[in-house]
């Protein structure tokens, strides 16, 4: 029996090292000493069969050799475990020195920037911010704006018919008509929003853009007003030592009217690329309120006078970030668009 003993545990010596897995270990685990056909289980069942003085012996070295079984195959285990958290720790470590990944957030596409910008100077001077329909009738695009029946404005050319009554506006002016319907002088309010025209698209025309317009009616109100309005909001949207000129001009809904310059902001009026050598750029039309639209929205002209003014921002946001495509601002290109972050 003792020789017995002797060649199981070097059979088992020879079995452990092949044991590479948590899997193989338990495998060994059970052909040695499982509960139903280890070997070692079976070799204590054949001791009854052995003399008591036999029995002792034996019993003792087959315990022995169960000791040394299981503690083998239990720092096996342990090693495994050990491995693994060690590899654990390895794949899951962290550098905290790393620079951090950038979040790819949005920003304010560079109409808005400017638009903000026009709507915060309007505050400040007094204005209220209005915002309004883009599809109008008749009566505003057109009639309440004193636009004759025959203007080119009115044309299916020109304009984006809907129907026959409706149309998409080309100019934010119809607001002007808005205000005053919703409220009574004194009133100044500002509009910005986009307008249609039938515009083919090039580099400096689109057929949707946007405007800003202002409007102030109260007692008393002149030319001078509107002048002096313009001026102080042109210096405050380029700088100080801006400058405006007025050359007349003809819109249906004010009388009189007139076109606005104002002196380069890239080289304050000595000549350059952007504003092609004149030293002014042109900013958009003004003039006092006729006094037929006064009349339309039942005010009495002889009471209250008033002007108005307006701009697109699209050219000037070309002008001002040096784009000779308009377009570039409509396509919503990622590329184009971070570049103002
Ligand atoms: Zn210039």
Same mark, same amino acid.
């Given at each position: 029996?003792?020789?017995?003993?002797?060649?199981?545990?070097?059979?088992?010596?020879?079995?452990?090292?092949?044991?590479?897995?948590?899997?193989?270990?338990?495998?060994?685990?059970?052909?040695?000493?499982?509960? #139903?056909?280890?070997?070692?289980?079976? *070799?204590?069942?054949?001791?009854?069969?052995?003399?008591? *003085?036999?029995?002792?012996?034996?019993?003792?070295?087959?315990?022995?050799? #169960?000791?040394?079984?299981?503690?083998?195959?239990?720092?096996?285990?342990?090693?495994?475990?050990? #491995?693994?958290?060690?590899?654990?720790?390895?794949?899951?470590?962290?550098?905290?020195?790393?620079?951090?990944?950038?979040?790819?957030?949005?920003?304010?596409?560079?109409?808005?920037?400017?638009?903000?910008?026009?709507?915060?100077?309007?505050?400040?001077?007094?204005?209220?911010?209005?915002?309004?329909?883009?599809?109008?009738?008749?009566?505003?695009?057109?009639?309440?704006?004193?636009?004759? *029946?025959?203007?080119?404005?009115?044309?299916?050319?020109?304009?984006?018919?809907?129907?026959?009554?409706?149309?998409?506006?080309?100019?934010?002016?119809?607001?002007?008509?808005?205000?005053?319907?919703?409220?009574?002088?004194?009133?100044?309010?500002?509009?910005?929003?986009?307008?249609?025209?039938?515009?083919?698209?090039?580099?400096?025309?689109?057929?949707?853009?946007?405007?800003?317009?202002?409007?102030?009616?109260?007692?008393?109100?002149?030319?001078?007003?509107?002048?002096?309005?313009?001026?102080?909001?042109?210096?405050?949207?380029?700088?100080?030592?801006?400058?405006?000129?007025?050359?007349?001009?003809?819109?249906?809904?004010?009388?009189?009217?007139?076109?606005?310059?104002?002196?380069?902001? #890239?080289?304050?009026?000595?000549?350059?690329?952007?504003?092609?050598?004149?030293?002014?750029?042109?900013?958009?039309?003004?003039?006092?309120?006729?006094?037929?639209?006064?009349?339309?929205?039942?005010?009495?002209?002889?009471?209250?006078?008033?002007?108005?003014?307006?701009?697109?921002?699209?050219?000037?946001?070309?002008?001002?970030?040096?784009?000779?495509?308009?377009?570039?601002?409509?396509?919503?290109?990622?590329?184009?668009?971070?570049?103002?972050?």
């Amino acid at each position: 029996m003792s020789d017995r003993i002797t060649q199981l545990r070097t059979d088992f010596d020879r079995e452990l090292p092949a044991v590479t897995t948590d899997a193989d270990a338990t495998a060994l685990r059970d052909r040695w000493v499982g509960r #139903k056909s280890g070997l070692l289980t079976a *070799e204590m069942k054949t001791l009854g069969k052995l003399s008591p *003085e036999e029995r002792k012996t034996a019993g003792a070295q087959l315990n022995e050799l #169960k000791g040394y079984v299981e503690s083998a195959i239990e720092s096996l285990q342990a090693g495994f475990a050990a #491995k693994r958290e060690a590899e654990q720790l390895v794949s899951e470590r962290i550098d905290v020195t790393l620079p951090g990944r950038r979040l790819s957030g949005g920003h304010l596409h560079p109409i808005t920037l400017l638009r903000q910008k026009i709507e915060d100077i309007f505050v400040s001077m007094g204005y209220e911010i209005e915002d309004g329909p883009e599809i109008e009738t008749h009566f505003y695009n057109f009639d309440a704006l004193n636009i004759p *029946e025959n203007h080119p404005a009115r044309s299916p050319q020109d304009t984006f018919y809907i129907t026959d009554q409706l149309a998409l506006r080309s100019q934010t002016s119809t607001m002007q008509i808005h205000a005053m319907q919703k409220r009574r002088p004194p009133l100044r309010v500002a509009a910005p929003g986009r307008v249609f025209r039938r515009d083919t698209p090039d580099a400096t025309h689109n057929p949707m853009f946007y405007q800003v317009e202002g409007l102030l009616v109260d007692r008393g109100i002149t030319l001078g007003d509107l002048k002096g309005t313009v001026e102080e909001f042109v210096r405050r949207l380029f700088g100080p030592e801006t400058r405006t000129r007025f050359r007349p001009s003809y819109f249906p809904f004010v009388e009189p009217g007139a076109e606005i310059d104002y002196t380069c902001f #890239k080289c304050n009026g000595a000549g350059c690329r952007v504003c092609k050598g004149s030293g002014w750029i042109e900013m958009g039309g003004s003039g006092m309120v006729h006094p037929n639209v006064l009349r339309g929205v039942g005010i009495d002209p002889e009471e209250f006078t008033g002007f108005a003014f307006g701009l697109g921002l699209d050219r000037l946001c070309a002008l001002m970030y040096g784009l000779d495509d308009i377009r570039l601002l409509y396509e919503n290109d990622v590329r184009f668009l971070e570049q103002f972050r």
